[in-house]
């Protein structure tokens, strides 16, 4: 069986910066796990990189090391182009992208904590789950 493919959704990567005991946390430092792969696109890298930049997170992460991890997670997740074919599909247009990213890269999950912006994704098939949720599911594996 192949891998399972995932995106990742902005606010896990400010979960788990803000908090290093928490599921978020605990995901970022196993996003080489075998048994799954993250879909990556640059609007979604651009997106992890103007948040995560924020004054607002200058506590948790220095701008030094948000390039760091931005750049391995590169190295280890698959990137796909993406058109933003399907904008009002999300509760959030902002959110489209990662929606799109979702179905060109036939994702099976978007670990995100904001599932109501991402109503439509049932409609292609791919889950909704939280970063504890999905880890959960792969120990079960």
Do not use: C
Not at 82 to 109: G, Q, T
Request: glycine content about 2%.
């Amino acid at each position: 069986m192949g891998k399972i493919q995932v995106v990742l959704d902005t606010n896990v990567l400010v979960a788990a910066f803000r908090s290093k005991r928490g599921a978020a946390n605990h995901l970022l430092m196993n996003l080489d796990d075998e048994q799954f792969k993250i879909a990556i696109s640059n609007p979604l890298l651009f997106e992890y990189e103007e948040v995560l930049k924020r004054p607002e997170m200058s506590e948790f992460i220095s701008h030094e090391d948000v390039d760091r991890a931005i750049e391995n997670i590169q190295l280890i997740a698959q990137e796909y182009e993406i058109f933003f074919l399907w904008r009002l599909l999300a509760a959030d247009p902002d959110d489209a992208f990662i929606l799109e990213l979702a179905v060109r890269s036939n994702a099976k999950y978007i670990i995100t904590y904001n599932s109501k912006d991402f109503a439509s994704a049932a409609d292609f098939d791919i889950t909704l789950i939280t970063p504890r949720g999905f880890l959960e599911l792969i120990e079960k594996k």
